[in-house]
């Protein structure tokens, strides 16, 4: 059993109560901005803000650290190419044999369809890939715990980090997502999570308008 080491915790920093109610007031109105966006301007984005949007993403906690994670970076053209048409065919089955009329029903006040022009539109798509199981240099199996608990939250954070930086992103769930492993050549312990449409917005970008929970409808305070 690998025994554990420990050193003194020099990243923490305390801020005054007033600091402290400044700054998460300041964060939580920059959140609040944040809006899902289905329609993508294709000016580039420096490749070094995706690389650091990923590194706060791979710094979220995970079940034992095992950071079951795996990020696909697309932006050649042709692989998003491959990807809307992929999309494209199982969203229309989605919409029109698969999905249960409750489900459409939901999506409804948000107008999406089966058409994902944004998949090519948009400079980068990240592929969010689940890994159930890790392997050692000589091949053995290493069980990953807490595999969706870990991805979502550090995709929470990809999110919050892209909108950080100034750009839009959309969280895209093609059902199924099986042909991202195909695409991607993403082996078998790897699972698609889901797909990050990331960029400028375009011009006349618009969004459905739609509301949050109040604060009292999601908390409890015990
Ligand atoms: C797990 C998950 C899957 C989603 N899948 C899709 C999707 O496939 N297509 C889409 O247009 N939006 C998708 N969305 C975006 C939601 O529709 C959006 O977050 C929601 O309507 C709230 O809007 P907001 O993000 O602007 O607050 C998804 C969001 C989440 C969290």
Known sequence: MTRPVFRPLTTYREVSVDEMKCQIRVFRDDMLRRRTVRQFSCRPVPREVIEDCLQIAGSAPSGANLQPWHFVVIS????????????????????????????????????????????????????????????????????????????GIATGMLISAVHVAGLVSLTHTPSPMGFLNRILDRPAQEKAFLLLVVGYPAEDAVVPEISKKSLKEIITFV
């Open 76 to 151: 050649d053209l042709e692989v998003k190419r491959q990807i809307r048409e992929a999309a494209e065919k199982e969203e229309y089955l989605f919409y029109h044999e698969r999905a249960p009329k409750e489900w459409l029903e939901a999506l409804a006040p948000l107008g999406t369809d089966e058409l994902k022009p944004y998949l090519e539109a948009a400079p980068y798509l990240i592929a969010v890939f689940a890994r159930y199981y890790g392997l050692t240099p000589n091949g053995r199996k290493v069980k990953n715990y807490y595999v969706m608990e870990s991805v």
